[in-house]
């Protein structure tokens, strides 16, 4: 049977979320919150968050960092993506990464390749392409985009059976290939030119087919290293600080949660729709049947959320806990 949701009728502070905790401690196997928890901020803006409103990670342990940002793919956006690769390079380190996707329109007797890709890594260049097209035609389609941007990449074999090589023996890397069985759809290679050049080649091989231009900084690890913690965090202020130009921006965060109260810091991160999710306990229902309280924060403050599917220990809950519970009957209803 599916597990109803049922979330608190108002808000609580977060002294009450950790008095709730424990009040739930009596529940047939209890498990409570784990401090160390992971979890995950998505954030959809029209503007980049402020300096000051990056004050509510002060002391946070960050995990992954994404920052992504598009705009229309006309001269203004490839100059501001030639800034931000200038500027903002050198926050590149062991587990950063920043690059810049041109998503092209596929037309017949076009270029035919979905993306044109410049990607900053480890201090190495890299410049690649993606096509969805059939495999016979992959080969073709490739060639024309190395030859065209001037790359030291050859493209061997014939129809889908082919591959790719480096004249330098430089790094390259592609999916698929002889080996597998299947015509790469994407491939990446090193590159000795200035992030700034291989912009200016690809915009001027892409030409008025070019749709799209897509900004991402990240730094993607574990959150376990000091050093890639602090990478991830300088990422952020400097993307933040910079404020390269886009339609919209998307950022999302992992972090790690060692307690409720840390919620309350994080919540003045949350706009409009956005939302963090923590739980607060495990149990079981008397049947056995797992069950679950967990926190919903956005803009306006933490909702208790109870997952069951005994609607009759719903109601024991709420009166243990001392919070009224409504029935969602969609649970992905707005939360506050």
């Known amino acids: ?69 598009g705009l229309e793919a006309d001269d203004r956006a490839f100059k501001e993506m030639q800034r931000l690769f200038s500027e903002a390079g050198g926050i590149v380190g062991d587990v950063g990464m920043l690059a810049v996707v041109a998503e092209l329109f596929v037309e017949e007797g076009g270029l035919d390749a979905d993306e044109l890709q410049v990607v900053l890594r480890r201090g190495d260049l890299m410049v690649g392409g993606f096509s969805s097209e059939p495999p016979a035609r992959r080969r073709e389609i490739f060639k024309r ?48 030119m200035s992030p700034v050049d291989a912009l200016a080649r690809v915009k001027a091989l892409a030409g008025d087919s070019a749709d799209e231009l897509t900004w991402r900084a990240q730094c993607i690890q574990d959150g376990r290293s000091p050093l890639a913690m602090e990478e991830g965090r300088e990422i952020l202020s400097t993307i933040v600080e910079l404020a390269p130009a886009a339609d919209a921006y998307r950022i999302e965060i992992q972090l790690a949660l060692d307690a409720l109260t840390d919620l309350e810091a ?27 309280l967990e926190v919903w924060t956005g803009q306006a403050g933490h909702r208790l959320v109870l997952s069951t599917e005994d609607r009759a220990f719903a109601q024991e809950v709420s009166e243990l806990l001392g919070v009224k519970f409504l029935r969602l009957v969609q649970p992905d209803l707005p939360t506050v």
């Open 266 to 292: 994080l919540r003045h991160l949350c706009r409009g729709e956005d939302r963090l999710t923590a739980p607060v306990a495990g149990f079981c229902d008397p049947a056995g049947n797992p069950a679950a």
């Open 145 to 192: 985009v190395v030859d065209g941007l001037g790359l030291p990449v050859d493209v061997v074999g014939v129809g889908a059976e082919f591959s790719f090589t480096h004249r330098h023996g430089q790094l390259l890397r592609s999916t698929g290939g002889p080996g597998d069985g299947k015509a790469p759809e994407s491939w990446q290679a090193h590159v000795r």
């Open 1 to 69: 049977m599916p597990h109803d949701l049922y979330r608190s009728a108002e808000a609580l502070d977060v002294a009450r979320l950790e008095a709730v905790s424990e009040a739930a401690e009596v529940l047939p196997e209890f498990r409570g919150f784990e401090p160390g928890h992971r979890l995950r901020l998505a954030l959809l803006r029209e503007k980049l968050p402020t300096a000051n409103d990056l004050r509510a990670l002060d002391g946070a342990r960050l995990g992954s960092v994404v920052i992504e940002g």
